[in-house]
Nanobody, 115 residues
Framework: QVQLVESGGGLVQAGGSLRLSCAAS????????MGWYRQAPGKQREKVAT???????NYVDSAKGRFTISRDNAKNTVYLQMNSLKPEDTAVYYC?????????WGRGTQVTVSS
């Protein structure tokens, strides 16, 4: 089993910044992809950003230029630096990872951006 623990969510005004962290622990032998998804009320969960083990990165278009994903392989931790936040970024943000053939999810952290 793999456990993912997120931190760093909260309430921020539009234009502000937050940094999310997610640490993976447990039966980790080969983490490939790590990333972040989000789900706003009444909407489907969407991918925000992912980073592969070799450092290849993908962002949803709305995050490009504002969000930066990074990972520390020694700590099995992935980060999401979010700048210039907008009210439409309000959502529960979920950490995601793939270990071997299985995908794992964190419990989510709430990000609320006030206008």
């Amino acid at each position: 089993q793999v456990q993912l623990v997120e931190s760093g969510g909260g309430l921020v005004q539009a234009g502000g910044s937050l940094r999310l962290s997610c640490a993976a622990s447990g039966s980790i032998f080969s983490i490939s992809v790590m990333g972040w998804y989000r789900q706003a009320p009444g909407k489907q969960r969407e991918k925000v950003a992912t980073i592969g083990s070799s450092g290849n990165i993908n962002y949803v278009d709305s995050a490009k230029g504002r969000f930066t994903i990074s990972r520390d392989n020694a700590k099995n931790t992935v980060y999401l630096q979010m700048n210039s936040l907008k009210p439409e970024d309000t959502a529960v943000y979920y950490c995601y990872t793939v270990v071997g053939a299985y995908a794992y999810w964190g419990r989510g952290t709430q990000v609320t951006v006030s206008s």
